[in-house]
């Protein structure tokens, strides 16, 4: 009975380990989570600022002092020990995201999260993440001096990870029960490939081909123009191009080849909203004689979030602004000399070519007339909890076949290739080094020529009185129409012939305008030689923006905020004249008139406290999709036209074939799809009253900052009250917008201000994680302490010595 | 009643003690090596223990918390669901910390039985 009674106990103690011990499902280990000496309550706490720490490797003693936002700012006597304490100090606030982001950079989500993840982890090899971070890494290990600055960082972050004892690693670790690894050169590499992804990896080549043969050539041509009939360029259409002096590639003759392979569904593209606002005066145009410059990135608002605010000093250069966890340097910001900031370009840099396989090993591909041999890559994709999934990945010169009969493909010798800029490599750590050290715009510029991906419009100020803006990276000089839809993989003359010589890349400096600027609208017009084609450009916030620095001679700071927190609507001011004036309104009940009353009376102004924005908001998602309901209806793959384009379409073609709803028997026309569509927002937006209150525009679009793990809602924040939608120039909708607000006088030294929607430390139970974000959505700025002496502690609140 | 008493202090010190050399099962060894030595009858054998910890883990969690004005906590307590209500949260990390260490105290008990026979 006493051995009965022994086993049983030892069973349920058993039982009772494992169990608690364990992760079930999304259910962390129960015991190992709550235990205050182990799990998340250890959690509980502001990081430790005031100790001194050891840090291997380390040449010098390095100050970090840390203002009342958590801000650290770190003094070191040479560039190594300065990098070792970014990684050091990054990895001390953000640990979890600086890891987590590299994993999903080069597809290895599975290891955390297991099966969920797979299909993504696949998408992402198949999409050369891997491959372009290794090509990446092989260039920046040409350069001695980044090669040194990025083994310092990675020895930094490992500093951090190698005196973490478990209970102290981030609460996400301890959720998902799991550790972190070594970071290595190759993460940081990673880390620059995912903001090309994010950037530069957006592409519609194939929607585009199933469209043109859907339309063919003339009704293509007139939903998807190559320029808009409104264009405000980025480099402005003054600009002189006789400079550019070379040949270019001819246009073969172009048959689209897509008979004998056809894929179910295209890879995940990056969010359509990614870009960003800046512009910078010169010094006539400023209220103080110094040139001034703004920036601010739109992106998904996560929390922890992507920027992490420091100032990065040596003897030779300080330097302050918005880092990248995982990149060295500051990417948006300013030194005691200079200051830059970027746009995303936007710029058709991803093309696809069907491939044609000799036999089903496809150890042969066609090209040229002959069978040329493939390489492959195997990709080696561990799952938690499951088998290691090993994906073959078939390479040609183009690149990777990222679809083929194992993935999204229908027929085993046939595939699509895609080539990318970011497959090429580029040192790119290296530009934001040097802007680090930059002292004018000669070093801005050759801190620049060597930028590849993801391609940028750089915007740059100076104490000088300098301004301008390169639109900077790696372009294939493609013949006119080239890439624009799907190619012939065979054909060499379908090959990326060339790039543009980096000189002939597209800036303006000290233009006579007194300002440049960029909202990611089309850089250049048609008088640009080399073929740039409409790629989804931003029409209205680079408008409102241009038009704001024609408006008058002088500006001052408050200008500049107001700017950035600009929620004038212009496209909802170009298209609802419109329709007021030939909607018939005579069939609407007196509900419906009061609320087109009130839409009737908007000032286009997208303010939180307005119901207007919201009728607007409802009505143009319901007629963007009923306009287009066509699309939905077919079966391949095509995007919508865009936005600028259907206003462009309702209002000079408003009885075209498109406005028909194709599930009616009527032949409907713009007037009637006004009118429908106008009924249905009456009705939702009524039914959203009785069931939320008054929808007044903050609470309608409800913005929210989602944590980086689907949004976990524990360590998200929802309902931020901020105006604007994705069209304003605060440019802030659902869960994305902008994502840091800088503005930077070019005073002596200079005077920044600035904001991001998050706050600096990466740990949901700190107080510094999402302190800044009330302020963020009301459109106010931190004054920005830039420290030009050590001794000069007035704001700071601790100070930590690194030693050697 | 004695007993209790000296299995209780037992287990509550012990569990400190191991509380910052071992992981979160530390609470299942005191329980295990008080009811090997003071070893109590019946329910006592697991409630004893129970209690130890459960106010061991909820003081502890408290500790830790209330310096921070329970802004995790209040986090945690959405994410589990426990609607966000940190006491709630802190009865919960008790009892599960009292199961384990009453669990382990059952086993102590039969070993300790096993023992002295």
């Known amino acids: ?804 | 009643m004695k007993k209790n008493l000296i299995n209780f202090i037992t287990t509550l010190v012990l569990a400190i003690i191991l509380s910052q050399l071992l992981p979160w099962w530390h609470v299942m060894v005191a329980g295990f090596l008080s009811a090997l030595f003071f070893s109590l009858n019946r329910t006592a054998v697991f409630f004893i223990p129970f209690i130890a910890v459960f106010l061991f883990w909820i003081s502890y969690s408290f500790v830790l918390s209330n310096t921070n004005d329970f802004i995790l906590a209040k986090k945690i307590a959405i994410l589990l669901p426990l609607g966000g209500s940190s006491i709630l949260l802190l009865i919960v990390t008790g009892f599960i910390g009292g199961i384990a260490a009453g669990v382990g105290a059952l086993l102590g008990k039969q070993c300790s039985v096993l023992v002295k026979h």
Not at chain 1, 173 to 187: G, H, I, M, R
Not at chain 1, 271 to 279: C, E, T, Y
Not at chain 1, 526 to 536: A, E, I, L, Q, R
């Open chain 1, 1 to 804: 009975m006493k051995y009965f009674k022994l086993l049983l106990t030892l069973l349920l103690t058993l039982v009772v380990f494992f169990g608690l011990n364990s992760k079930f499902g999304s259910i962390p280990p129960i015991g190992k989570f709550l235990s205050p000496n182990q799990g998340f309550w250890q959690n509980e706490n502001d990081e430790n600022l005031s100790t001194t720490m050891q840090i291997n490797g380390l040449k010098n003693k390095v100050s970090v002092h840390y203002d009342n936002a958590l801000i650290p700012h770190v003094f070191a006597k040479n560039n190594t020990d300065l990098y070792r304490a970014q990684g050091y100090l990054t990895a001390k606030h953000r640990l979890w995201q600086l890891e987590f982001q590299t994993f999903a950079a080069g597809g290895r989500l599975s290891e955390i999260l297991g099966e969920q993840a797979l299909d993504y982890d696949r998408q992402e090899r198949r999409r050369g993440m891997l491959f372009g971070a290794e090509n990446a890494l092989l260039k920046m290990q040409e350069d001695p001096e980044t090669l040194s600055y990025i083994e310092a960082y990675r020895d930094g972050v490992n500093s951090y990870i190698h005196q973490l004892q478990p209970k102290e690693y981030p609460v996400e670790y301890k959720l998902l029960d799991y550790a972190p690894e070594a970071w290595t050169t190759k993460k940081t590499a990673l880390l620059l490939m995912y903001m090309t992804k994010m950037l530069a990896g957006r592409e519609s080549d194939m929607e585009r081909t199933n469209a043109l043969a859907k339309y063919g050539k003339d009704r293509f041509d007139l939903l998807y123009p190559d320029f808009f009939d409104v264009n405000d360029p980025v480099i402005s259409k003054e600009t002189d191009w006789s400079f550019i002096d070379i040949t270019m590639p001819e246009a073969p003759e172009q048959k689209i080849p897509i008979d004998s392979f056809s894929i179910s569904e295209t890879i995940n593209k990056p969010h359509p909203q990614n870009g960003s606002n800046n512009w910078a005066v010169s010094g006539e145009k400023s209220y103080s004689g110094h040139p001034i410059l703004a920036n601010d990135p739109h992106l998904s608002l996560n929390l922890p979030s992507i920027w992490f605010v420091m100032q990065l000093a040596t003897p030779e250069h300080n330097s302050y602004g918005a880092t990248l966890p995982g990149a060295l340097g500051i990417i948006s910001g300013y030194n005691n000399h200079i200051s830059w900031g970027e746009t995303n370009a936007t710029r058709d840099v991803i093309d696809w070519y069907k491939i044609e396989f000799k036999d089903n090993s496809r150890k042969e591909y066609k090209h040229d007339g002959q069978w040329k041999k493939t390489t492959q890559r195997i990709e080696e994709i561990k799952i938690r909890n499951g088998a290691t999934l090993y994906d073959t990945i078939i390479y040609t010169h183009h690149g990777p076949v990222t679809y083929d009969h194992n993935f999204k493909g229908n027929n085993a010798k046939a595939g699509f290739a895609m080539q990318w800029v970011g497959h090429i490599g580029g040192n790119n750590q290296r530009t934001f080094l040097k802007f680090n050290e930059g002292k004018n715009y000669e070093d801005y510029l050759d801190a620049l020529k060597s930028y590849t991906a993801p391609a940028q419009n750089f915007v740059f100020a100076s104490t000088e009185g300098d301004i301008a803006l390169w639109i900077q990276g790696q372009f294939p000089n493609k013949w006119k129409g080239q890439g624009k839809f799907l190619l012939d993989g065979s054909n060499p003359k379908h090959d990326w012939q060339s790039f543009i010589p980096q000189e002939f890349n597209a800036h303006s400096k000290n233009p006579e305008r007194g300002f440049v600027s960029s909202a990611n609208q089309h850089p250049v017009d048609t008088s640009y030689p080399f073929y740039v084609f409409n790629d989804g450009y931003e029409t209205y916030r680079n408008r409102v923006i241009n038009d704001f620095f024609r408006a008058k001679d002088k500006f001052d700071i408050q200008d500049f905020k107001n700017l950035q927190n600009n929620n004038y609507n212009l496209k909802a001011s170009e298209l609802l004249p419109y329709i007021f004036a030939n909607m018939d309104t005579s069939s609407l009940s007196n509900e419906e008139k009061e609320i087109l009353k009130t839409i009737k009376m908007w000032d286009f102004y997208s303010e939180i406290d307005q119901i207007a924005p919201s009728i607007w908001e409802s009505w143009w998602t319901k007629l963007y999709t009923i306009v287009w309901d066509e699309y939905d209806a077919e079966s391949v793959a095509m995007e919508k036209p865009f936005v600028y384009q259907t206003i462009y379409m309702f209002k000079n073609n408003p009885k075209d074939e498109l406005m028909d709803i194709i599930d009616t028997p009527k032949k409907e026309t713009a007037k009637d799809l006004f009118l429908m569509t106008f009924k249905e927002t009456a009705k939702e937006l009524t039914e959203w009253k009785a069931k939320h209150g008054d929808y007044n525009w903050s609470a309608y679009k409800a913005t929210f900052i989602g944590h980086l793990l689907q949004a976990l809602p524990a360590f998200s924040r929802f309902d931020v009250p901020i105006g604007g939608d994705y069209n304003t120039v605060n440019a802030a909708s659902k869960n994305h917008g902008p994502s840091w607000r800088m503005v930077v006088e070019m005073t002596t030294p200079p005077t920044g201000y600035g904001i991001y929607p998050g706050g600096q430390s990466g740990n949901p139970g700190s107080k510094y994680y999402d302190n800044f974000i009330d302020d963020w959505a009301a459109g106010k700025y931190m004054n920005l302490l830039f420290m030009q002496d050590q001794q000069d502690k007035k704001e700071i609140i601790a100070s930590q010595t690194l030693t050697p």
